[in-house]
């Protein structure tokens, strides 16, 4: 058993070399969500390349990795999301996005390097495999609907026991992991609501419905929702963010355009506030002869993981990186899809380090001059290796 | 006496179709405001042919008309202004603006031919004259700061006694006057507000200063000053006509904009309502940790009718037109810089209907479609040559 520990440790270092590599070659040549083909070809031909594995095309810029092992037992999906955003790069890395206005500010291309890292892995070890390891490569993490969904419309969450993924965060201190209990991510969802008055001219008021008048009562009131009607003890976040009407100081205008965002855990109130939003809309634009249109855009659910799989992800990382490098942290208010794997089997989704101890340094996600160490890449092709080979191995 | 009054009525008549010639040649050749150069030209060319007419340049764009009589007397000023808009013509009439985006939608091109048909007959009664008539071809009423102030503080009113105006308006019938003792048009004044907050994600507001929900209470604030501290005797209006911030539906915005007007008549609350609107703004940025930029701009003065001459010009209009045609209105809520004229002297503006009788045919000033029937000018021509021989001819 120790021989193997060893064995395992060194075939995980043997492939740092090309994670880095990879990890800069998708750096450099970012696609946007659901336009992944060149990311995908590349995967596609490096998944083949290992052998051992059979590697299939799940959407058209998806792709599925199985190892199945030696021996019968359970199947346990990793996954990685390919995207990169569009933001013009601002780094000035010698590897810079070459595709203008397209970067990958959120590190999917560690994520995607990673996984190839932790399948070159994997797929030396399929002799000793229990049951099979599948590889998620996802497309499209960042934009609505998303990607996991399609990847589990197309069939390939059938018969697994388990999900686990990873995100690489800029903000924290490099090789550093944080793990949640139940919610990690929050439900996302938008809305924009159009507030149909009657335009006139700023001087006589009294002849239009003014709509920013009654858009600003509409703003106060949604942003009473969270005190006044959901229970302190549960996190939510409605934020207003758009409030658009007017083209001349001298004239009422004839609508004006609010838009905003939700965050929820609590499935009850992520289906209360749109009622609530409405309710509120309905009545103000009633009480001022004008009219409303609110469209409401459910987005990616909550993340929650799932208590036995965290506690094995949980201990693995202890037992791989020490107690000093795992924190239990609480959830964060973003999105993501990940939640559509944990939605059908028990899923683990953590965030791993990979910021410079001092926070002034680190850019945030999305930021054009985001940025992750290199040296977290290999801790997150470990955390895949040792995480699946436990979850297999595990009764 | 009689046969004067027939002189007059027959000059007037022979002036009708050149009047309505000149209106088609400037409706067909707008200019902007400030801008006027070929209207200006134009105008002072056809002063100049008229003879017995001093003829000089006030601005690069206005002219000014001097009218002396054999006796010594009063001054009186008449006043027209020259300017067009801004807006793409729709009338479809064979006279239509010849250029792209530029209109005579407000009147002013009959203005012009009016009064021009005004001075060539006044030109031909020299002799009848007690005193001077003075003729002020305005530029630049629709742009504020105005032509009309340019005019004064080049010394163009200098020495008047009075100061006579007059405005088509497109939605009164056709040939009725009307006439306001006291206020007829309101001070109009605007104002932009930036508040800056921080912005930040949507799904964490806890981190940002969001300035749209500072806005939104702004707004609020601001649309309570007219029923909670303005005495209800006062008429004053003000409208917040814009409200601009955020990109993004998942993003709280840095930064909102926030635009309106303000109308008043009585000079003390016109100087109130921006240390309101200030004090609005600086308490709630600061209650929000938000700073703010308030930008207050005073525009045109309102316009007041002084009562010796207004009841001077109504016995006119009823003496020429008849009772019937004669209608004592209220202020409007628009703005006028004739303002800048009557703070100098004692001032009457009237208003002309050159609308249909059917209110369905009429379309509105500043419309693409705005037009006047041209069976007005000759009245206008009236009413300039009558209030100022009355005028002088008073003791």
């Given at each position: 058993?120790?021989e193997?520990v060893?064995?395992?440790?060194?075939?995980?270092?043997?492939?740092?070399?090309?994670?880095?590599?990879?990890?800069?070659?998708?750096?450099?040549?970012?696609?946007?969500?659901?336009?992944?083909?060149?990311?995908?070809?590349?995967v596609?031909?490096?998944?083949?390349?290992?052998g051992?594995?059979?590697?299939?095309?799940?959407?058209?810029?998806?792709?599925?990795?199985?190892?199945?092992?030696?021996?019968?037992?359970?199947?346990?999906?990793?996954?990685?999301?390919?995207?990169?955003?569009?933001?013009?790069?601002?780094?000035?890395?010698?590897?810079?996005?070459?595709?203008?206005?397209?970067?990958?500010?959120?590190?999917?291309?560690?994520?995607?390097?990673?996984?190839?890292?932790?399948?070159?892995?994997?797929?030396?070890?399929?002799?000793?495999?229990?049951?099979?390891?599948?590889?998620?490569?996802?497309?499209?993490?960042?934009?609505?609907?998303?990607?996991a969904?399609?990847?589990?419309?197309?069939?390939?969450?059938?018969?697994?026991d388990?999900?686990?993924?990873?995100?690489?965060?800029?903000?924290?201190?490099?090789?550093?992991?944080?793990?949640?209990?139940g919610?990690?991510?929050?439900?996302?969802?938008?809305?924009?609501?159009?507030?149909?008055?009657?335009?006139?001219?700023?001087?006589?008021?009294?002849?239009?419905?003014?709509?920013?008048?009654?858009?600003?009562?509409?703003?106060?009131?949604?942003?009473?929702?969270?005190?006044?009607?959901?229970d302190?003890?549960?996190r939510?976040?409605?934020?207003?963010?758009?409030?658009?009407?007017?083209?001349?100081?001298?004239?009422?205008?004839?609508?004006?355009?609010?838009?905003?965002?939700?965050?929820?855990?609590?499935?009850?109130?992520?289906?209360?506030?749109?009622?609530?939003?409405?309710?509120?809309?309905?009545?103000?634009?009633?009480?001022?002869?004008?009219?409303?249109?609110?469209?409401?855009?459910?987005?990616?659910?909550?993340?929650?993981?799932?208590?036995?799989?965290?506690?094995?992800?949980?201990?693995?990382?202890?037992?791989?990186?020490?107690?000093?490098?795992?924190?239990?942290?609480?959830?964060?208010?973003?999105?993501?899809?990940?939640?559509?794997?944990?939605?059908?089997?028990?899923?683990?989704?953590?965030?791993?380090?990979?910021?410079?101890?001092?926070?002034?340094?680190n850019?945030?996600?999305h930021?054009?001059?985001?940025?992750?160490?290199?040296?977290?890449?290999?801790?997150?092709?470990?955390?895949?290796?040792?995480?699946?080979?436990?979850?297999?191995?595990?009764? | 006496?009689?046969e004067?009054?027939?002189?007059?009525?027959?000059?007037?008549?022979?002036?009708?179709?050149?009047?309505?010639?000149?209106?088609?040649h400037?409706?067909?050749?707008?200019?902007?405001?400030?801008?006027?150069?070929?209207?200006?030209?134009?105008?002072f060319?056809?002063?100049?042919?008229?003879g017995?007419?001093?003829?000089?340049?006030?601005?690069?764009?206005?002219?000014?008309?001097?009218?002396?009589?054999?006796?010594?007397?009063?001054?009186?000023?008449?006043?027209?202004?020259?300017?067009?808009?801004?807006?793409?013509?729709?009338?479809?009439?064979?006279?239509?603006?010849?250029?792209?985006?530029v209109?005579?939608?407000?009147?002013?091109?009959?203005?012009?031919?009016?009064?021009?048909?005004?001075?060539?007959?006044?030109?031909?009664?020299?002799?009848?004259?007690?005193?001077?008539?003075?003729?002020?071809?305005?530029?630049?009423?629709?742009?504020?700061?105005?032509?009309?102030?340019?005019?004064?503080?080049?010394?163009?009113?200098?020495?008047?006694?009075?100061?006579?105006?007059?405005?088509?308006?497109?939605?009164?019938?056709?040939?009725?006057?009307?006439?306001?003792?006291?206020?007829?048009?309101?001070?109009?004044?605007?104002?932009?507000?930036?508040?800056?907050?921080?912005?930040?994600?949507?799904?964490?507001?806890?981190?940002?200063?969001?300035?749209?929900?500072?806005?939104?209470?702004?707004?609020?604030?601001?649309?309570?000053?007219?029923?909670?501290?303005?005495?209800?005797?006062?008429?004053?209006?003000?409208?917040?006509?814009?409200?601009?911030?955020?990109?993004?539906?998942?993003?709280?915005?840095?930064?909102?904009?926030?635009?309106?007007?303000?109308?008043?008549?009585?000079?003390?609350?016109?100087?109130?309502?921006?240390?309101w609107?200030?004090?609005?703004?600086?308490?709630?940025?600061?209650?929000?940790?938000?700073?703010?930029?308030?930008?207050?701009?005073?525009?045109?003065?309102?316009?007041?009718?002084?009562?010796?001459?207004?009841?001077?010009?109504?016995?006119?209009?009823?003496?020429?037109?008849?009772?019937?045609?004669?209608?004592?209105?209220?202020?409007l809520?628009?703005?006028?810089?004739?303002?800048?004229?009557?703070?100098?002297?004692?001032?009457?503006f009237?208003?002309?209907?050159?609308?249909?009788?059917?209110?369905?045919?009429?379309?509105?000033?500043?419309?693409?479609?705005?037009?006047?029937?041209?069976?007005?000018?000759?009245?206008?021509?009236?009413?300039?040559?009558?209030?100022?021989?009355?005028?002088?001819?008073?003791?």
């Amino acid at each position: 058993m120790i021989e193997k520990v060893v064995d395992i440790q060194k075939l995980v270092e043997a492939v740092e070399e090309e994670v880095v590599e990879w990890r800069r070659h998708f750096h450099e040549n970012p696609e946007l969500s659901f336009k992944e083909f060149e990311t995908s070809n590349y995967v596609f031909e490096k998944l083949q390349a290992f052998g051992s594995i059979e590697v299939s095309k799940v959407t058209p810029t998806s792709v599925l990795g199985r190892i199945v092992g030696s021996h019968p037992g359970k199947v346990v999906a990793l996954r990685a999301d390919m995207d990169a955003l569009p933001i013009q790069e601002e780094t000035g890395l010698p590897f810079a996005s070459k595709n203008k206005d397209i970067m990958h500010a959120c590190g999917h291309d560690g994520h995607t390097a990673m996984l190839l890292g932790a399948a070159k892995v994997l797929s030396q070890l399929k002799d000793e495999l229990k049951g099979e390891i599948r590889f998620f490569f996802q497309h499209a993490e960042e934009h609505f609907p998303g990607g996991a969904a399609e990847m589990v419309k197309a069939g390939v969450t059938e018969g697994i026991d388990g999900v686990i993924g990873l995100h690489l965060a800029s903000q924290i201190p490099a090789g550093k992991f944080f793990v949640c209990y139940g919610p990690v991510t929050a439900g996302t969802d938008a809305f924009d609501i159009e507030i149909q008055g009657k335009g006139g001219h700023g001087s006589a008021p009294f002849a239009t419905v003014d709509p920013i008048a009654i858009g600003v009562q509409i703003v106060n009131g949604i942003n009473q929702i969270i005190s006044r009607k959901v229970d302190a003890s549960k996190r939510a976040v409605i934020s207003v963010t758009k409030f658009h009407g007017g083209t001349a100081n001298n004239i009422i205008p004839d609508r004006v355009t609010l838009g905003g965002t939700v965050r929820t855990f609590d499935p009850e109130i992520r289906s209360q506030i749109p009622v609530w939003i409405e309710q509120i809309t309905k009545g103000l634009t009633e009480a001022h002869d004008a009219s409303y249109q609110l469209n409401y855009q459910f987005g990616y659910s909550s993340v929650v993981n799932e208590e036995k799989i965290t506690a094995l992800v949980d201990q693995t990382i202890v037992e791989t990186f020490g107690e000093s490098n795992r924190v239990i942290a609480e959830a964060i208010m973003g999105g993501e899809d990940f939640s559509a794997f944990s939605a059908v089997a028990p899923g683990c989704f953590v965030f791993l380090g990979a910021g410079s101890e001092k926070p002034e340094e680190n850019y945030p996600h999305h930021h054009p001059k985001f940025d992750v160490k290199e040296k977290s890449l290999i801790l997150g092709v470990q955390y895949y290796v040792q995480s699946a080979l436990k979850f297999l191995n595990e009764k | 006496m009689i046969e004067k009054i027939v002189d007059i009525q027959n000059l007037v008549e022979s002036v009708e179709m050149e009047v309505v010639q000149w209106r088609r040649h400037f409706h067909e050749n707008p200019e902007l405001s400030f801008e006027e150069v070929e209207t200006s030209k134009y105008v002072f060319e056809k002063l100049q042919s008229f003879g017995n007419i001093e003829v000089s340049w006030v601005t690069p764009t206005s002219v000014m008309g001097r009218l002396f009589g054999r006796q010594p007397g009063r001054v009186i000023g008449l006043r027209a202004d020259m300017d067009a808009l801004p807006i793409q013509e729709e009338t479809g009439l064979p006279f239509a603006s010849q250029k792209n985006g530029v209109m005579h939608a407000c009147g002013h091109d009959g203005h012009t031919a009016i009064l021009l048909g005004a001075a060539k007959v006044l030109s031909q009664l020299k002799d009848e004259i007690n005193g001077e008539i003075r003729f002020f071809f305005q530029h630049a009423e629709e742009l504020s700061p105005g032509g009309a102030q340019e005019m004064i503080k080049a010394g163009a009113a200098e020495g008047i006694d009075g100061v006579i105006g007059l405005h088509l308006g497109s939605q009164g019938p056709l040939g009725k006057f009307s006439l306001c003792y006291g206020d007829v048009t309101a001070a109009c004044d605007d104002f932009d507000i930036l508040v800056q907050g921080k912005g930040g994600h949507g799904s964490e507001p806890n981190g940002t200063v969001d300035p749209i929900a500072i806005g939104v209470q702004l707004v609020n604030g601001i649309n309570q000053l007219i029923s909670r501290k303005v005495d209800a005797s006062k008429r004053a209006v003000i409208s917040v006509t814009q409200f601009h911030g955020g990109t993004a539906n998942n993003i709280i915005p840095d930064r909102v904009t926030i635009g309106g007007t303000v109308r008043t008549f009585d000079p003390e609350i016109r100087k109130q309502i921006p240390v309101w609107i200030e004090k609005l703004t600086k308490g709630l940025t600061a209650a929000h940790d938000a700073t703010y930029q308030l930008d207050y701009n005073f525009g045109y003065s309102p316009t007041i009718n002084e009562e010796n001459i207004t009841s001077l010009v109504e016995h006119t209009i009823v003496e020429t037109f008849g009772e019937s045609n004669f209608v004592r209105s209220q202020a409007l809520m628009g703005s006028e810089d004739f303002s800048a004229f009557a703070e100098v002297a004692p001032g009457c503006f009237a208003f002309l209907g050159a609308g249909s009788e059917n209110p369905a045919e009429n379309y509105p000033h500043h419309h693409p479609k705005f037009d006047v029937k041209e069976e007005a000018l000759i009245l206008g021509v009236h009413y300039f040559v009558r209030t100022s021989l009355k005028f002088l001819n008073e003791n």
